[in-house]
């Protein structure tokens, strides 16, 4: 029998992959117990979401430790103590120290609204809405020493349209965000994950040749 994942979340604000992830595995889609979540700022809306569930919450406010060193040496201690094997990073907006990566190596998850490696860092969809693209999307992928750059696990793509805005593309990336999180997660819980140098090889994906999106169509 696998056993269910121990996860740690952290968080730094509304926490809605939280919910999803919470969601999730009350709806038996997700085998995983969430540990505990932790935010680095005390007024994240994720945390009263957290506690409505019953989920033990901590806040380790980053202003409070001298460098990120000594910031992230205090939630590694938070996440052994409560015994989690897979660290979720859902709108933890900290950039972890190699000391943190180190500590969970391949045992760290992000979620990032983009599609990866296009359009890393911050203020993401304003900047993929500026550009023009077509399509955009959102990226599960394990986190490395290199920001956004880790190997990816699982990605979905949606179109941009000509008159959308930062707020319209955000929802329609976050709405796939909830979709696809919880799935990485219950890949990891099964044992489907392998690391090969850059590359996640997944148990059982298959192809689907067919898989083409174009936009505007070639017709019309
Ligand atoms: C999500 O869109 C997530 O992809 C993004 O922050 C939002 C958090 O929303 N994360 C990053 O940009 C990480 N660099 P949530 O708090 O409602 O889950």
């Given at each position: 029998?696998?056993?269910?994942?121990?996860?740690?979340?952290?968080?730094?604000?509304?926490?809605?992959?939280?919910?999803?992830?919470?969601?999730?595995?009350?709806?038996?889609?997700?085998?995983?117990?969430?540990?505990?979540?932790?935010?680095?700022?005390?007024?994240?809306?994720?945390?009263?979401?957290?506690?409505?569930?019953?989920?033990?919450?901590?806040?380790?406010?980053?202003?409070?430790?001298?460098?990120?060193?000594?910031?992230?040496?205090?939630?590694?201690?938070?996440?052994?103590?409560?015994?989690?094997?897979?660290?979720?990073?859902?709108?933890?907006?900290?950039?972890?120290?190699?000391?943190?990566?180190?500590?969970?190596?391949?045992?760290?998850?992000?979620?990032?609204?983009?599609?990866?490696?296009?359009?890393?860092?911050?203020?993401?969809?304003?900047?993929?809405?500026?550009?023009g693209v077509r399509?955009?999307?959102?990226?599960?992928?394990?986190?490395?020493?290199?920001?956004?750059?880790?190997?990816?696990?699982?990605?979905a793509v949606v179109?941009?349209?000509?008159?959308?805005?930062?707020?319209?593309?955000?929802?329609?990336?976050?709405?796939?965000?909830?979709?696809?999180?919880?799935?990485?997660?219950?890949?990891?819980?099964?044992?489907?994950?392998?690391?090969?140098?850059?590359?996640?090889?997944?148990?059982?994906?298959?192809?689907?040749?067919?898989?083409?999106?174009?936009?505007?169509?070639?017709?019309?």
């Amino acid at each position: 029998m696998v056993q269910k994942v121990h996860l740690g979340v952290l968080i730094s604000g509304g926490g809605t992959n939280l919910q999803a992830i919470i969601d999730a595995i009350e709806q038996k889609r997700l085998d995983a117990t969430i540990r505990v979540v932790v935010s680095n700022r005390g007024d994240a809306n994720g945390l009263v979401r957290a506690k409505n569930h019953g989920i033990p919450t901590e806040v380790v406010d980053h202003r409070k430790s001298p460098t990120r060193e000594a910031f992230d040496q205090v939630l590694i201690d938070i996440l052994n103590a409560r015994q989690v094997e897979l660290v979720i990073l859902a709108g933890f907006m900290r950039l972890l120290s190699p000391l943190f990566v180190r500590a969970f190596p391949n045992r760290i998850m992000n979620i990032h609204p983009a599609l990866l490696p296009a359009f890393p860092g911050l203020h993401v969809q304003r900047k993929t809405v500026e550009y023009g693209v077509r399509f955009s999307g959102c990226t599960v992928h394990l986190v490395n020493e290199e920001c956004d750059q880790g190997p990816v696990i699982i990605q979905a793509v949606v179109p941009v349209f000509p008159d959308d805005t930062e707020k319209s593309l955000s929802a329609r990336i976050l709405n796939e965000e909830h979709r696809i999180y919880p799935r990485a997660i219950q890949l990891y819980g099964e044992g489907r994950l392998h690391v090969m140098g850059r590359k996640v090889v997944v148990d059982g994906m298959g192809k689907e040749e067919g898989q083409v999106l174009i936009w505007p169509p070639l017709k019309g």
